[in-house]
Every structure is written in C-alpha cells, then in structure tokens.
Antibody
Framework: EVQLVESGGGLIQPGGSLRLSCAASGFTVSSTYLSWVRQAPGKGLVWISTIYSGGSTYYADSVKGRFTISRDTSKNTVFLQMSSLRAEDTAVYFC????????????WGQGTLVTVSS | QSALTQPASVSGSPGQSITISCTGTSSDVGRYKYVSWYQQRPGEAPKLILFDVSNRPSGVSNRFSGSKSDNTASLTISGLQAEDEAYYYCSSYTISATWVFGAGTELTVL
C-alpha cells in the first residue's frame, strides 16, 4: 500500500528555516517523481516543487532560491528545505506522488502545517 | 505560473448534472492532454478523480467524466449525490515541466 507521511511542520518566525520530510512506503522514491504542493488557510492548491526520478528539480517562482527539494533513497524520504520564510509561506504542505509514467499526482500525504509568524 | 481559472462555486440538486470548467493557456491545458481533477473535502487530502483529461482511476464512480477543448477542460458530475459536496481542483502539466492548479470550485449539493 502506498503511503506518504509528512512531518517537520510547525511555528517558525519570519526569516527562519524549516525542513519538511515525506516518508514514503509501498514504493521507492527514486522510481517516480515526488512533488510538494501547499495550501494556504482557506485557499487553493499551489504546486511548489518536484524532484524527478533522474534527480532533476523544478520550483515555482514564488519559492525559487529559498526552497530546496531533495531525497534520501536509503531512507525512502523526500525533503523540502525551506529558508527565508515569509508570512505568505504559511500553509499546509502536502507531499504528492507522481504516477509512474504519468503526468498527474496519484497519491497524497495528509499534509503538515507550517505557520510563519512572529 | 498563473492559476488555471475555475468558477468559485457551482451548485445542483441531487440527481442533476453539473459541469466545472477549467481554463488555462496554450502553454498548459491547450498544449497537453495532461489535465487531472482532484476532489477535496474539508480537512482531508485531495483525491484524484480524473487523469489525462477523461480517465478515471480504479474505484472512482463513472458519474465523473471529463473533456477538453482548446484551452478549457471540463469536469462533469452526473446524478449528483450529497457525498459529492466538496472542493474540486483541476491541474495541468505545463510547457515548463511544472504543474499548475486551478483556484478550486466549491460544489454545493442543494
């Protein structure tokens, strides 16, 4: 059974850093692409970043240069390192698996809440 | 990376059909057949209901169907049921090898 479990969220001051983790089970993180999608309170889904099976990475303009996506295949985990956090980064962050050979998300984690506030 | 355009809300009575539109550009919806739709209930993670415009994952009711014309994709839910009440989001792969979501549509079953 495919499972994605996010962790690492919390309250952080503006300008601070945080690392989110997404522990995967039921598949290997290097076999397909993994993405992070966020949802601000009461708002819609916004794609943030993707790491492909080959290791290439992509970012939304809103986080480029501040966020870094990576993976540890030995832990079967994907990470999102977030720095220079702003109030507008406050959101639930979802880890999402890309379908093998497809261009869509087929599994989502339950999300982890990041609150940027002083 | 502007969000795809969806109506903020739609409503229908049980048994009726509704359609939610999703308008993008020639760099995303208009360029690829990689439009997917997600259902999200409050407090829950999104759930995939359609991929590649009109394909249903295993276990998704055949009351959900999709289509695309030029830069606009559509989700149709027929035989509305109370359990269909949720937010619906479209998503498209883009020419930049990224993804873009719609702003979401709230479906109310009257």
């Amino acid at each position: 059974e495919v499972q994605l479990v996010e962790s690492g969220g919390g309250l952080i001051q503006p300008g601070g850093s945080l690392r989110l983790s997404c522990a995967a089970s039921g598949f290997t993180v290097s076999s397909t692409y993994l993405s992070w999608v966020r949802q601000a309170p009461g708002k819609g889904l916004v794609w943030i970043s993707t790491i492909y099976s080959g290791g290439s990475t992509y970012y939304a303009d809103s986080v480029k240069g501040r966020f870094t996506i990576s993976r540890d295949t030995s832990k079967n985990t994907v990470f999102l390192q977030m720095s220079s956090l702003r109030a507008e980064d406050t959101a639930v962050y979802f880890c999402a698996r890309g379908a093998h050979g497809g261009n869509y998300v087929d599994y989502w984690g339950q999300g982890t809440l990041v609150t940027v506030s002083s | 990376q502007s969000a795809l355009t969806q109506p903020a809300s739609v409503s229908g009575s049980p048994g009726q059909s509704i359609t939610i539109s999703c308008t993008g550009t020639s760099s995303d919806v208009g360029r690829y057949k990689y439009v997917s739709w997600y259902q999200q209930r409050p407090g829950e993670a999104p759930k995939l209901i359609l991929f590649d415009v009109s394909n249903r994952p295993s276990g998704v009711s055949n009351r959900f169907s999709g289509s695309k014309s030029d830069n606009t994709a559509s989700l149709t839910i027929s035989g509305l049921q109370a359990e269909d009440e949720a937010y619906y989001y479209c998503s498209s792969y883009t020419i930049s090898a990224t993804w873009v979501f719609g702003a979401g549509t709230e479906l109310t079953v009257l």
